[in-house]
């Protein structure tokens, strides 16, 4: 469990951090998440096969959070809309910049 006994600069500067990690495995990532302990991770392609394999992922990386004693992972993708389209097949569509900046409307560009 985390507690304020445990934290120096180190692990303050790991909590700053969203890493990408190797592979599609909690065993893989295992030895750079015990070094660095970041706050979040960052799925690619390269860690992605399906929606149903992201969500086992999820819960065993937020187990090994447990196991390491600290907060639970934040997540995020590498989607950034418009020709960065990875996961063409498992997320919503998002217009590139460009695109919706010439709309006109800035309607558009609000979240």
Do not use: W
């Not at 960065?84 to 997320?91: S, T």
């Not at 910049?97 to 979240?111: D, L, N």
Request: with cysteine; charged share 25%; proline share 5%.
């Amino acid at each position: 469990m985390f507690t304020m006994e445990k934290v120096d600069l180190e692990y303050l500067a790991g909590q700053l951090m969203f890493i990408g990690f190797p592979g599609s495995s909690v065993d893989e990532a295992r030895d750079l998440i015990s070094d660095i302990k970041p706050c979040g991770l960052v799925f690619t392609i390269g860690n992605i096969r399906n929606p149903e394999q992201v969500r086992r992922l999820t819960s065993e990386f937020n187990r090994y959070a447990r196991e390491l004693g600290i907060p639970r992972f934040l997540y995020a993708i590498d989607h950034e809309g418009g020709l960065i389209m990875r996961f063409n097949d498992y997320v919503t569509f998002i217009p590139s910049h460009m695109a919706v900046g010439s709309t006109g409307a800035p309607r558009y560009a609000r979240a």
